[in-house]
C-alpha cells in the first residue's frame, strides 16, 4: 500500500524567507500524481501545486516550487519570500492513475507540517 | 459556481444519536469521497465512490455508511454516534483522470459528547 509521510510536524520561517517543507512517499507504481494542500485556519483544503510523475521538470506556480526526485521518491515543497498569508497547514498527497470502477485514484495524504510565519 | 457544498458546518451530537452529513456537488464529477481529518492528523478515507449505485469503502468505513443515488449527491449516515467519530469531514469530488487532484467542500466539523 502506498504510504505519505511528512517528518515535520512543524516548522517556522521568518517573513521574506525561504522554507522547505519535507515529504516522502512510498509506491511500487511508475505512474502517479504528487500534491500540495494548503489548509489555512478556515479548514479549506487549497491545491497549491501538483507534480506528475512521468514528467522530470519540477512543477512551480509562483512563489511555490518543488523538488521532485522519483528514484528517492521524495517531493518536497519550497516556499520563498514568505508571506503571513503562507501560515497554515500544508498536506502533502500522493494519487495512483485512476482506473475506471476500480479502487485506484484514491488520495493519501500525510499527517501535514504546520508553517508558522513570524512577521 | 457552488463546487462542492457540505451541510452543515458544525454540529454536537449526543452518544447514541443518528445524523447525515450532506454533500453535493455541480461539476457532473464522477468520483466523489468522504474523508476525516482528527486533530493534527491527515485526512483518511472513509468511503468514495466512482458512480451513481457505486460505492465503497475506505480506510476507515466503520461506524458510518453512504449511498450514491445520483450524480450530485454523496450523503454520509453515523448511525449510532460514538466519542471516536468526533472529527472535521471532509467531502470531496474529480473526474476519474483529473490532474488537479480533488474540489473539497468546506467541511463538517462534529463533536459527539
Known amino acids: 500500500a502506498q504510504t505519505v509521510t511528512q517528518s515535520q510536524p512543524e516548522m517556522s520561517v521568518q517573513e521574506a524567507e525561504t522554507v522547505t517543507l519535507s515529504c516522502t512517499y512510498d509506491?511500487?507504481?511508475?505512474?502517479?500524481?504528487l500534491f500540495w494542500y494548503k489548509q489555512p485556519p478556515s479548514r479549506q483544503m487549497i491545491l497549491v501545486i501538483r507534480?506528475?510523475?512521468?514528467?522530470?521538470q519540477n512543477a512551480t506556480e509562483n512563489r511555490f516550487s518543488v523538488n521532485f526526485q522519483k528514484a528517492a521518491k521524495s517531493f518536497s515543497l519550497k516556499i520563498s519570500d514568505s508571506q503571513l498569508g503562507d501560515a497554515a497547514m500544508y498536506f502533502c498527497a500522493y494519487r495512483t492513475l485512476p482506473n475506471y470502477g476500480g479502487s485506484q485514484g484514491n488520495l493519501i495524504f500525510g499527517k501535514g507540517t504546520k508553517l508558522s510565519v513570524k512577521p | 459556481n457552488a463546487g462542492v457544498t457540505q451541510t452543515p458546518k458544525f454540529r454536537i451530537l449526543k452518544i447514541g444519536q443518528s445524523m447525515t452529513l450532506q454533500c453535493t456537488q455541480d461539476?457532473?464529477?464522477?468520483?466523489m469521497y468522504w474523508y476525516r481529518q482528527d486533530p493534527g492528523m491527515g485526512l483518511k478515507l472513509i468511503y468514495y465512490?466512482?458512480?451513481?449505485?457505486?460505492?465503497d469503502k475506505g480506510e476507515v468505513p466503520n461506524g458510518y455508511n453512504v449511498s450514491r443515488s445520483t450524480t450530485e449527491d454523496f450523503p454520509l449516515r453515523l448511525e449510532l454516534a460514538a466519542p471516536s467519530q468526533t472529527s472535521v469531514y471532509f467531502c470531496a469530488s474529480s473526474y476519474p483522470g483529473q490532474v488537479n487532484g480533488y474540489t473539497f467542500g468546506s467541511g463538517t466539523r462534529l463533536t459527539v459528547v
Open positions: 461539476m457532473n464529477h464522477n468520483y
Open positions: 507534480q506528475e510523475a512521468y514528467k522530470q
Open positions: 465512490s466512482v458512480g451513481a449505485g457505486i460505492t
Open positions: 509506491t511500487s507504481e511508475s505512474d502517479y500524481y
